[in-house]
């Protein structure tokens, strides 16, 4: 499988997830955000997801490098970064702008990339490893 394969696969799955928030907006009449974050919480929030997420990157690969792991995937640290950055978006949609009902579309966000991910392992990621 060729780099331009695996880009093929992640356009497939950002496109899947744009089509499915843009159903479930003019379905439930859900209105769209004009910023990215809710309120200076939320963006503190995500700066302090993104920071830890990126230590934890870090620990684990240099882990890797000197022998402790034997195995280390970084298609899959990668793969789930949007599963937690929606899962921050949704927390803070749900306690702080609960009556825009914009978390319905974070929810059904981390649906579509849990779906991915569990065809990824199922697939062998798509016969990379196979």
Same mark, same amino acid.
């Given at each position: 499988?060729? @780099?331009?394969?695996? !880009?093929? +696969? *992640?356009?497939?799955?950002?496109?899947?997830? *744009? !089509? =499915? /928030? %843009? +159903?479930?907006?003019?379905?439930?009449?859900? /209105?769209?955000?004009? /910023?990215? *974050?809710?309120?200076? $919480?939320?963006?503190?929030? &995500?700066?302090?997801?993104? +920071?830890?997420?990126?230590?934890?990157?870090?620990?684990?690969? #240099?882990? &890797?490098? $000197? #022998?402790?792991?034997?195995?280390? %995937?970084?298609?899959?640290?990668?793969? @789930?970064?949007?599963?937690?950055?929606?899962? =921050?978006?949704? !927390?803070?949609?749900?306690?702080?702008?609960? /009556?825009?009902?914009?978390?319905?579309?974070?929810?059904?966000? %981390?649906?579509?990339?849990?779906?991915?991910?569990?065809?990824?392992?199922?697939?062998? *990621?798509? #016969?990379?490893?196979?």
């Amino acid at each position: 499988m060729h @780099f331009i394969d695996i !880009l093929l +696969i *992640f356009a497939a799955l950002f496109i899947s997830a *744009f !089509l =499915v /928030e %843009i +159903i479930l907006t003019k379905m439930f009449n859900i /209105e769209i955000r004009k /910023e990215r *974050f809710i309120n200076d $919480i939320h963006k503190k929030r &995500y700066k302090q997801f993104l +920071i830890t997420y990126l230590i934890v990157l870090f620990i684990l690969f #240099g882990l &890797y490098i $000197i #022998g402790f792991l034997i195995v280390f %995937i970084p298609i899959t640290l990668i793969v @789930f970064y949007p599963i937690f950055s929606s899962s =921050v978006d949704m !927390l803070m949609e749900w306690k702080y702008a609960r /009556e825009s009902k914009r978390f319905i579309v974070s929810v059904s966000n %981390i649906a579509v990339y849990v779906a991915f991910i569990v065809l990824l392992f199922v697939t062998d *990621f798509f #016969g990379i490893y196979s």
